[in-house]
């Protein structure tokens, strides 16, 4: 009812305009990772760590556009360097500009495995970059995902059982044969993965195995140690290449990313959120000068010589230079780090406030992602899918419910389940947080 309550009085302009909104946007609200419940928020302003609402009510902000924001959002000085390059280049201009290599540089320099990096719009599209130049650089066809992981939207890995938020991604429009060439393992499940690979032998071999290096759902079931180690050496045995979708990781999980954190060399590394600094058009793949050498240029890919990927916007200004100067921008300030304290200061006090209540929650974080889930999700069994489909329909509404009670005390998390902080969030961000989170679950 004090949730209720809060949106009734104080959100009335965020209701007026997203009621307006379902007039001439499906759904009304495209892109809302916080709740629905009872309405979205519409949101003015994001600076730090600190989100506006259109009502002018301040909320911490540990939804951070997703994740891409590791300096906090709406960084200042990246803003006006990139505002320097687009003043001369405009936002696109079709043609290479040095933002282009200034952007593969730096990583490179981060992340020496990533010899070679080929920009493109969105995490999505570099997975459908990565499986295409697995599949052509192998000559093999079928892809391997892990149950619960979220690589995108694109149909090729669409697919199966997601933790936590539903059974399986929409597939309405998803013909079969779209994910006929995907299999999927079970989280941490080694044995099956072999058996899949074995299996695969008659159907034209393993491209790929792709893998979140953190575990499904951002790390929402975390892998052990060694597991992406093991990986590794089972994609050497069968000839497949390993891919690692470091949309999430890339930058947060420290400079390096997970590749850096576990010590594994993927083949080709997916990128996204933080490649472009919180800036649009966030995506890449990247890897060896040998597993890159399957792009060719832009054009090559039109007469069969290379694969084609890439569009209008891929590469543009804007989106390089803005990730050149957050990369650079979080070297020096030691971002990642620091966001990563932030992190564990949250999740310490978090349990703290678990144990205070006595409730049937966990936190947990890696750095600076960091989850607050029901227990129970950890131990949800992915062999039983009708089990587990009840059990999340419950959770998903008790999580986006706790999301709404969470911002009507100032706090804007993603779907009430998941915060990453930043560079932003001092040591009294994170308590102002704490004491609020104290008073949702008193
Ligand atoms: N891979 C992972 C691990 C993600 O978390 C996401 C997005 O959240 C994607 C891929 C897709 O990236 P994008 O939303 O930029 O298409």
Redesign the pocket.
């Given at each position: 009812l004090d949730t209720l309550n809060y949106f009734e009085t104080k959100c009335r302009a965020s209701k007026e305009i997203t009621e307006r909104a379902k007039k001439r946007i499906p759904g009304g609200v495209q892109h809302n990772l916080a709740f629905n419940y009872p309405f979205p928020l519409a949101v003015d302003k994001a600076e730090g760590a600190y989100l506006t609402d259109r009502d002018g009510n301040v909320y911490i902000d540990f939804l951070q556009a997703?994740g891409p924001t590791i300096l906090g959002s709406n960084y200042a000085p990246v803003n006006e360097a990139v505002a320097e390059v687009i003043k001369a280049s405009g936002p696109v201009t079709g043609l290479f500009h040095e933002y282009e290599l200034k952007l593969a540089e730096i990583i490179n320099q981060y992340m020496p495995h990533i010899e070679m990096y080929r920009s493109l719009g969105?995490?999505?599209e570099a997975?459908m970059a990565a499986v295409r130049a697995a599949r052509a650089s192998t000559g093999k066809k079928m892809v391997i995902k892990v149950g619960g992981a979220?690589?995108?939207w694109s149909d090729t890995v669409v697919y199966g059982l997601r933790v936590p938020g539903s059974f399986r991604m929409n597939a309405k429009g998803i013909p079969f044969g779209a994910t006929g060439r995907t299999r999927e393992s079970f989280p941490h499940d080694l044995g099956t993965l072999k058996r899949k690979l074995i299996e695969n032998r008659l159907r034209g071999g393993t491209a790929a195995v792709i893998v979140?290096p953190l575990g499904p759902e951002?790390g929402t079931r975390p892998v052990p140690k060694d597991f992406n180690a093991q990986v590794r050496k089972l994609c050497d045995e069968f000839g497949s290449m390993l891919i690692f979708?470091e949309?999430?990781t890339g930058f947060r999980t420290g400079l390096g990313g997970a590749a850096g954190y576990f010590g594994v060399t993927p083949d080709l590394t997916v990128f996204?959120?933080a490649v472009s600094g919180g800036y649009p058009m966030?995506?890449g793949v990247g890897g060896s000068a040998k597993a890159m050498a399957v792009f060719g240029s832009g054009l090559d890919g039109k007469n069969g010589a290379h694969i084609q990927v890439g569009g209008t916007l891929s590469a543009n200004p804007l989106s390089c230079a803005a990730g050149y100067f957050a990369i650079k921008e979080m070297a020096r300030t030691n971002a990642p780090v620091i966001a990563g304290r932030a992190g564990d200061r949250l999740t310490r006090g978090l349990q703290k406030l678990i144990d205070k209540y006595g409730l049937p929650y966990v936190a947990y974080n890696q750095g600076s992602i960091v989850h607050l889930e029901s227990s129970g999700v950890l131990m949800l069994d992915m062999r039983n899918p009708v089990k587990l489909f009840k059990e999340n329909k419950g959770r998903k509404k008790l999580m986006e419910q706790m999301g709404a009670a969470y911002a009507a005390h100032g706090i804007i998390t993603l779907a009430g389940s998941r915060m990453y902080t930043s560079m932003a969030d001092t040591d009294e961000v994170i308590d102002d947080a704490l004491s609020r989170f104290d008073q949702v679950f008193a």
């Open positions: 997703g969105s995490g999505t997975v979220y690589h995108g979140e951002s979708d949309v999430v996204g959120k966030a995506g």
